[in-house]
């Protein structure tokens, strides 16, 4: 596979190339605002402690957008100490998993929370969480257009509230240090890393993002040649008439734009060959982060990191967190 994207020294340069909506916070702030009054209390199941020994995990179910109902898992280590937590946020097409695929940070030190992705979690996955607020209109197969007809009953926008619910949860959650948060995942996961440190600024602390996804998503639809961008791209191409709002929904959910209100230490990572998430989307973020920040660029990687990363992650961790 050839260099898809601009050289690498395009890609020191090059910004974001989506415009900012002059409301972006204020409309953020409305829809938060809205989300934390309609939240009831956050439930924990205790889960198969025959299973996981000294590791305790717990069944979660809490408040994400309006007020519905998401899952996640909780994993603490035994300790006489409040804990860091984790929040991890899940790929494009996967839902939560099970308890045992998250043991790497808990084996660490870390006490984790793992956020399902609500209408996900039937591709490589599973899930728990069905999407309660389904927009209205026609769709791709997939979820990238779903209610994209409005920012308001954006697929995104309510999958970007669960993310900063989950991190007011996190500091909820029985022997976690509440000012040691963090947060991570890989492509839409790394996007949900990213909203969610944007959106709880004062309570992220550290920011982990692997070649993320929904990135200066006016040029990722236009370059994007695979699945997920090529939903809105094909979309389109039957719906031409809806381009102009449909950009203007993206706006809102541009992962670049909201990268400007981060305060986390931050560690993303690139792949020069990644023909899912373009490098010079993952550039345009990583610009944007005023915080102290590093960047992992892997010159022939594709949609993934090298194996050595998850070291570089538990060294940016136990720095920071």
Known sequence: MPVIDLSEEELRLHRVTTPEPADLDEWWAAHLAKTTAAATPTSLTRHEPELYGPLEVHDVEFSGAHGHRVRGWF????????????????GYGGGRGLPAQHTLLPSAGYAVF???SRGQGGQWSVG???????????????VMTRGISSPDDYYYTRLFLDAARAVDVAAELPGVDPGRIGVT????????ALAASALRPGQVKVCHSDVPFLCDLHRA???????PYT?????????D???????RTLQYVDCALLARRITAASLLSVGLMDETCPPSTVYAAYHEISAPKEMTVSRFGKHTTPTSHVETQLRHFRDHL
């Open 231 to 239: 939903e809105i791209s094909d979309f389109l191409a039957q719906h």
């Open 114 to 116: 793992v956020m399902d």
């Open 185 to 192: 995942g890989g492509s839409q996961g790394g996007a949900l």
């Open 241 to 247: 008439a809806l381009v102009p709002t449909v950009l």
């Open 128 to 142: 728990a969480t069905g999407d309660a607020g389904a927009g209205t209109g026609p769709e791709h197969p997939g």
């Open 221 to 227: 639809i236009h370059i994007g040649t695979t699945r």
């Open 75 to 90: 994993l603490r280590p035994r300790s006489d100490e409040p804990l860091p937590v984790v929040v991890t946020y899940i």
